[in-house]
Every structure is written in structure tokens, then in C-alpha cells.
């Protein structure tokens, strides 16, 4: 069975930096693209970023492109998201979801974690 | 980057009727679309891929179509638990995007 557990949401002050966390089972982790997409409260959903099995090959979107910064470690079947310089509108929640277990869509969600950017 | 317009943003009907909703991206997507179901303090579900394929476990009352530019789900009968916002998807390319959801609500 898939599981995503996302962890290290909280409230952070405007500017701040917080580092999330995606512990992933069930799949062979190192074999897949990892995605963070977000939710802003109330509103739609947004992919944030992608990073392919091995590392190498990594996209963000345009509004957190140079702030946030993606990565994993396949020994511990994690993905990580290192968010700096964060604004008031980064406040969401933060899914993690890997892409081409058995489609190139997100059908594996884990619970999310909020972020909270407020002084 | 593709921008995926969806219409209408509110469809109010009742349980048992036929429900069509739409997605247009701004720039061709061949199949490439997904539809997410998304019920209030849930993660999204995924329904459709590749614009007409049910993922696993979905209901037959619900399909996909189109491709190109223009695609459409529809419900065709609606039950109680349809009632949600819903969400289309593309992985054309980079980035990927979503629309900006139909909330279908109870008439």
C-alpha cells in the first residue's frame, strides 16, 4: 500500500524558512518522480515543484523558483522541500504525491502538511 | 506555461441529474488531461487521466473527453457523494498546471 506522510508545516513568520519533510512507503521510491503540489486555503490547487528518482532532474514553478528548493534522499525514502524567503501568499497546504506509479497523474496523495506565513 | 480555464465555476443540481463540466486549455494538450474529485478537507482523488481513462476504482457513471483543447467530464447520474469541487489537470509539459475548479453543489 502507498503512504505519504508530510511533516514540518507550522506558522512562520514573513521572510522565514521552514523545511518540509514527505516520508514515502510502499513503492519503489528511487524509481519515481517526487511532486510538491499546494493548496492555498480556499482556493486551488498549484503545483510547486518536481525532482525526477535520481535526483537529477529538477522543476519549479515560476512562483517559487529561486526561494524553495526540492530534494530527496532515496536511502530514506524521503523528499524534502526547503522553503526560504517565504511570503504571505506561500500560506497553504503542502502535499506531496509521486507521478508514473500507474499513470504520469497524481493518484497517490498524502494527508498534507500546513504552512502558515504570518507575523 | 498552459493555462486550463474551467467552466462554470458553480454547477447546482440535484442528486439523479446529468452533470457536464468543462476545461479549455490555451494551448493544445493532445490527451494529456487529467480530473480530480476533492471533497472538503481531503486530498484530491483522481478520476480520469489521459482524458477519457477512469482510474482504478471509479465509478462507470463518470467519463472523460476531448482532447486537443477542449475536454469534458461528465456525471452522468449524480449521487449524493458526487457533490465536491473538481479539478483538470495537463502534463503537456512544464509546468504542470490545474484549472481553477467547478464546485458541483446541491440545487
Not at chain 1, 42 to 60: A, P
Not at chain 1, 78 to 86: I, K, P, T
Not at chain 1, 94 to 107: D, E, I, K, S, V
Not at chain 2, 82 to 106: M, S
Request: aromatic share 12%; proline share 4%; charged share 15%.
Amino acid at each position: 500500500e502507498v503512504q505519504l506522510v508530510e511533516s514540518g508545516g507550522g506558522l512562520v513568520q514573513p521572510g522565514g524558512s521552514l523545511r518540509l519533510s514527505c516520508e514515502a512507503s510502499g513503492f519503489t521510491f528511487s524509481s519515481y518522480e517526487m511532486n510538491w503540489v499546494r493548496q492555498a486555503p480556499g482556493k486551488g490547487l498549484e503545483w510547486v515543484s518536481s525532482i525526477g528518482g535520481s535526483g537529477s532532474t529538477i522543476y519549479y514553478a515560476d512562483s517559487v523558483k529561486g526561494r524553495f528548493t526540492i530534494s530527496r534522499d532515496n536511502a530514506k525514502n524521503s523528499l524534502y522541500l526547503q522553503m526560504n524567503s517565504l511570503r504571505a501568499e506561500d500560506t497553504a497546504v503542502y502535499y506531496c504525491a509521486p507521478r508514473g506509479l500507474t499513470t504520469w497523474y497524481f493518484n497517490y496523495w498524502g494527508q498534507g502538511t500546513l504552512v502558515t506565513v504570518s507575523s | 506555461e498552459i493555462v486550463l480555464t474551467q467552466s462554470p465555476a458553480t454547477l447546482s443540481l440535484s442528486p439523479g441529474e446529468r452533470a457536464t463540466l468543462s476545461c479549455r486549455a490555451s494551448q493544445g494538450v493532445n490527451s494529456y488531461l487529467a480530473w480530480y474529485q476533492q471533497k472538503p478537507g481531503q486530498a484530491p482523488r483522481l478520476l480520469i487521466y489521459d482524458a477519457y481513462k477512469r482510474a482504478t476504482g471509479i465509478p462507470a457513471r463518470f467519463s472523460g473527453s476531448g482532447s486537443g483543447t477542449d475536454f469534458t467530464l461528465t456525471i452522468s447520474s449524480l449521487e449524493p457523494e458526487d457533490f465536491a469541487v473538481y479539478y483538470c489537470q495537463h502534463r503537456q509539459n512544464w509546468p504542470l498546471t490545474f484549472g481553477g475548479g467547478t464546485k458541483v453543489e446541491i440545487k
